[in-house]
């Protein structure tokens, strides 16, 4: 993109010293014993663990997660072949997922997959690793360049923080928000309430 001289031989020396500084830098992901479950399309399982989420955090902003809403939100990205569904189970119950959309760069010549979305019944993140290092994996596999994240964790030290090798500024923000009833301003002022991904802000259309 650059059009900078000697771009491909100097290239793999400089892929070479990435790799390490990746290795030795970053905290590395593990794929678990955890049981996942890859989805080509939401279920039942998907209405029950939105109706859970619900009451397990109450005081969370997050836009509606119910199997017909997320069929609708992803319906061409299904057709087109383009998702990447992942679960945890629990016997027959879901305690967390993530989604992964294809964003490629043509002009660039980049495959790239988006983490969308994910969400887990005790609204922690450990469940993330593995799926994460599930996501890598395949991404190495079906020679996509780039697993991509975009501003879904607002506090330091958090796992994407502590895992993701490379940062970059946006030149527009991709979530933004405007509460015109004062009662939620007031209660959309607390840390606590939020909890946005791309799926909450539409970005994922």
């Known amino acids: 993109m650059k059009n900078c001289p000697l771009v491909r031989p100097l290239s793999y020396p400089l892929s070479v010293a990435v790799l390490l500084k990746d290795r030795f830098t970053k905290k590395a992901l593990r794929e678990s014993d955890i049981e996942l479950q890859v989805c080509h399309g939401f279920d039942d399982r998907f209405d029950n663990f939105w109706e859970d989420m619900k009451s397990n955090h109450p005081h969370l902003l997050l836009a509606v997660r119910a199997r017909e809403v997320l069929e609708w939100h992803y319906k061409y990205a299904l057709l087109n072949h383009q998702l990447w569904i992942a679960t945890v189970v629990d016997g027959p119950r879901l305690v967390a997922y993530v989604i992964f959309d294809r ?4 002009k660039l010549g980049l495959k790239r997959m988006r983490l969308v979305d994910f969400q887990s019944l005790d609204g922690g993140t450990a469940l993330l690793s593995p799926l994460l290092a599930w996501a ?14 975009v501003g879904r964790w607002l506090e330091k030290g958090e796992l994407i923080e502590a895992v993701a090798p490379y940062k970059r500024k946006l030149s527009a923000w991709t979530y933004f928000y405007r509460a015109n009833n004062p009662e939620l301003a007031e209660r959309l002022r607390t840390r606590s309430a939020w909890a946005p991904s791309l799926f909450d802000g539409n970005a994922s259309l």
Do not use: V
């Open 103 to 106: 964003k490629n760069n043509p």
């Open 136 to 149: 890598l994996r395949k991404c190495r596999d079906e020679g996509i360049h780039m697993l991509e994240n």
